[in-house]
C-alpha cells in the first residue's frame, strides 16, 4: 500500500481532500472499564490516510471494543480520540455521519435481511448521503460489480453464501464514500474457501489507498497488506510495528506466546 498513498491523496478512493500520510485517526490515552475489567487502557494509536493496521491479539484483549470506540459504538471514559483532528460527534446526526465515515464490517455482515442485495448497498447512501434513488442505484451496481456481485443484486442475504454476504457488508460500507473502514474479524465466520475471496476485496482496496483498521487472525493478510501490525493484550498495545519485523522477531513474550499458538 505504501507505493500508492500519492494516489490515495485528493480523488483516490478515501474521496477525502488531505495528503496521505496525515493522521485520520488518532486515539490518546483512551481508557474503558467494563465493571472492574479495564478493556482499553491508555490506548494510544494513530491511523494516517492510506495506512492499513492490522490489529491482532487474543480474545478478549479488547481488539472489538477498540474499532467500536473508533466508531462510537462504545464510549470511552477519558482520552480522546479524533478522526482529521475532529472529536468523535457526541449523539445525533452526527453520529450516523461519522459511521459513514468510518465505515464498520462485522464478523456476522450485518446486512438488512429483508431487503435485497441493491437495497442494502443503497439505503444509507438515500438516507445519510441524501443521494437521488437512480445515483444511489448506479453507485451501488458499480460496487456490486466491483465486488463481483452484479449477477445477484436481486437476491436477499439468506441466498447468499457467507463470502458473497461479507462482500455485499463491503460494498455497501464503500458507498458510503468513507475515509475510513473499520474490520472486525471479518472472515472468522466463514468457510475457509470462502476467507479468500473477502481478503482479495480487502487487498484490493489496501492496494488502492482506503485506510484501514483490520482486527484478524488471517496472518497472511497481515504480512502482505498491512503497514503495521499492532498486538494488544489484556487492553493494552503491546507492540506496534511494521509486519516483517513483528513477525519475525516478536519483543514481547505475550506476542511471541500468540504467534506461536497461531503459526
Ligand atoms: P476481543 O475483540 O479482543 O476478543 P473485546 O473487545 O470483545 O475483545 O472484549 C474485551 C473484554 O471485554 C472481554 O473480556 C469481554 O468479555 C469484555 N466485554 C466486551 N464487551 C462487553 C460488554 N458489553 N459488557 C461487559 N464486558 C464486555
Ligand atoms: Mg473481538
Known amino acids: 500500500p505504501g507505493e500508492h498513498t500519492g494516489e490515495s491523496a485528493g480523488a483516490g478512493p478515501t474521496g477525502g481532500a488531505g495528503a496521505a500520510g496525515e493522521p485520520l485517526i488518532e486515539l490518546r490515552g483512551v481508557n474503558k472499564h467494563f465493571g472492574q475489567l479495564h478493556v482499553l487502557q491508555d490506548i494510544d494509536l494513530t491511523v494516517d490516510r492510506g495506512e492499513v493496521v492490522v490489529v491482532i491479539g487474543p480474545s478478549g484483549s479488547g481488539k ?34 461519522l459511521r459513514a465515515e468510518v465505515g464498520m464490517v462485522f464478523q456476522s455482515f450485518n446486512l438488512f435481511a429483508h431487503k435485497t442485495v441493491l437495497q442494502n448497498v443503497t439505503l444509507a447512501q438515500v438516507k445519510v448521503r441524501k443521494r437521488g434513488r437512480a445515483e444511489a442505484e448506479a453507485k451501488g451496481r458499480r460496487l456490486l460489480e466491483r465486488v463481483g456481485l452484479a449477477a445477484h ?17 463491503i460494498a455497501r460500507a464503500l458507498a458510503m464514500d468513507p475515509k475510513a473502514l473499520l474490520f472486525d ?36 493478510f497481515a504480512r502482505s497488506a498491512a503497514n503495521r501490525v499492532v498486538f494488544m493484550a489484556d487492553g493494552r498495545i503491546v507492540e506496534d510495528r511494521v509486519p516483517e ?10 506476542a511471541r506466546d500468540f504467534l506461536s499458538k497461531i503459526l
Open 245 to 254: 519485523e513483528f513477525f519475525a522477531d516478536p519483543r514481547s513474550e505475550r
Open 153 to 169: 443484486e436481486d437476491k436477499y442475504p439468506a441466498q447468499l453464501s457467507g463470502g458473497q454476504q461479507q462482500r455485499v457488508a
Open 64 to 97: 472489538s471494543t477498540l474499532c467500536r470506540a473508533i466508531n462510537r459504538l462504545e464510549t470511552v471514559e477519558s482520552g480522546t480520540i479524533l478522526i482529521e483532528g475532529q472529536p468523535l460527534p457526541a449523539e445525533g446526526k452526527g453520529l450516523a455521519k
Open 185 to 220: 474479524e471479518p472472515t472468522s465466520a466463514l468457510d475457509p474457501e470462502m476467507i479468500n475471496e473477502v481478503l482479495e476485496v480487502m487487498r484490493a482496496l489496501a492496494a488502492e489507498g482506503m485506510t484501514m483498521v483490520v482486527v484478524t487472525h488471517e496472518m497472511g
